[in-house]
């Protein structure tokens, strides 16, 4: 394999297990953060033990999240450092902004809630969790600032003496249409992977106190697992509008892109939606039968029209070349193009399966202790999980061959191919030793990860949370860990 093959495929490895962590950690601040102000507002002591269970799991998230990207973020520099010299000083900009100032309130605050239990008055220990929540998701925009420059270029130009891209407005970059479609799309769904982990959590928690008899213990896992379904209703709603609204503005921006999905070689009017195709996994677009399709849906998702005509693979590709030059293969991988994009839609069922089943059992007050519920909890827990994967596999093999994408609404000659942003100093060898290495330490972590979440969750079936004395002396209690 040769240099850059291994550079993408490292560089998937780390992103796509970096991205475990993200989602979580981006919508469980805010539910630990709500669930603390129930506490704080009733008094009930059901809440507190919620509040514990789920702020030691975010941490964990957390901390595995920051280390997992700080590797992530130094492949710019191994592997890809003609691409960090191309675009650095564009793409530096944001990140140096979420460093600077998300992470700054994210650290500083998390560690007084941390340390603030019992030292801090109540209302301050509160609004340090929920400035944590904020910093966490204004991390989230200004990263996604820097990555939809590399979906669609604006706020910059290039300068063809030194090869690189400059920036000439910093507002553009940070108000990039493509980023305000980003971000609520991404954090709607990062709000479904957190409703979905706490409703099942607490759904398998229910049973189990059930079960034993602990009738408390049930009512209180009950009232955190009716919390996650709601989370789960009101992000499926948010997941499926912000969706619509970037794929309306990905068919303008990368059509490409939107026409892999579908499968869609050659242009027409009333394009279908693809349920399910075939093909020889060649990148032949001649080669795809569809079996199942809806007709006109795919126009109708694209332009809000069923007989709208789009343009196809082949089309784009006539285009492209015309444009860019003869040589690269503009399409993805249409494989997984095409099946990513299915994955990350279908595998809300689990989200959605929890929310209908959960809403019925414990209707009336009840706390069920039903032994199925109990297995669709964990079953659902890792769907919503997978579909961000897929979501962020095919908006990045989507793009694919371009690093930056032209950008068909304004200047496109800043644009960058895969192949030209690898580093040309490093060797297959080289690339070889850091993939195998990072594998193995990401191994080690994710046991590790997984350890720890079923250790504190079986835990909480044990220990209740204590209520935290009011009689605190802040001059003379010795600074402790709050868990």
């Not at 928690?205 to 989370?231: P, Y």
Request: net charge neutral.
């Amino acid at each position: 394999m040769t240099s850059l093959e291994l550079a993408r495929w490292q560089f998937g490895i780390t992103t796509v297990y970096h991205f475990i962590f993200v989602p979580l950690t981006i919508g469980l601040a805010p539910l630990v953060a709500l669930l603390q102000t129930l506490w704080v507002v009733t008094g009930k002591p059901g809440w507190l033990r919620l509040t514990r269970l789920f702020g030691k799991l975010f941490l964990i998230n957390f901390a595995l999240g920051v280390v997992t990207g700080i590797v992530q973020e130094f492949q710019f520099g191994m592997n890809w450092s003609e691409y960090a010299r191309f675009v650095g000083d564009v793409f530096g900009a944001p990140l140096a902004m979420e460093a600077l100032a998300a992470f700054f309130i994210e650290s500083t605050f998390l560690g007084l809630w941390i340390f603030g239990w019992k030292q801090l008055p109540r209302a301050l220990h509160l609004a340090s969790i929920w400035l944590v929540a904020f910093a966490v998701n204004l991390s989230a925009y200004f990263i996604l600032a820097a990555n939809s420059f590399m979906q669609h270029p604006v706020g910059a130009r290039f300068n063809p003496a030194t090869g690189r891209a400059e920036m000439t407005d910093i507002l553009a970059v940070l108000t990039n249409n493509t980023a305000l479609v980003a971000f609520p799309h991404t954090v709607t769904s990062a709000f479904l992977v957190a409703g979905t982990f706490v409703a099942g959590v607490c759904g398998w928690l229910m049973v189990r106190s059930s079960q034993s008899g602990e009738a408390a213990a049930a009512q209180t896992f009950r009232g955190g697992l009716r919390l996650g379904l709601v989370t789960v209703v009101v992000s499926g709603i948010g997941v499926a509008v912000s969706g619509d609204a970037q794929a309306k503005l990905m068919f303008e921006q990368q059509p490409m892109k939107m026409a892999a999905a579908e499968a869609l070689c050659d242009g027409r009017a009333g394009a279908p939606f693809s349920l399910l195709a075939v093909g020889d996994l060649n990148n032949d677009c001649q080669g795809v039968r569809h079996l199942l399709e809806v007709p006109g849906f795919t126009s109708y998702l694209a332009r809000g029209d069923f007989q709208a005509s789009l343009e196809g693979v082949n089309d784009v590709q006539k285009r492209y070349e015309q444009r860019y030059g003869t040589g690269p293969d503009y399409a993805p991988n249409l494989a997984v193009t095409y099946w990513s994009f299915r994955l990350m839609i279908g595998l809300g069922v689990g989200s959605a399966a929890l929310a209908l089943f959960g809403f019925w059992l414990t209707r009336g007050g009840a706390a069920s202790n039903s032994e199925r519920f109990a297995r669709l909890s964990l079953a659902a827990l890792p769907t919503p999980f997978l579909a961000c994967s897929f979501g962020w596999i095919f908006t990045e093999m989507g793009r694919q061959p371009w690093l930056v994408a032209p950008n068909p609404t304004g200047v496109d000659t800043l644009r960058l191919l895969t192949a030209s942003g690898v580093s040309t100093a490093v060797s297959p060898a080289m690339v070889w030793t850091t993939l195998i290495g990072f594998t193995c330490v990401y191994g080690v972590l994710a046991a590790v990860w997984f350890y720890l979440m079923r250790h504190f969750v079986r835990a909480s079936l044990k220990h209740p949370a204590a209520v935290p004395s009011e009689d605190r002396h802040p001059e003379t209690a010795p600074l402790s860990f709050g868990y």
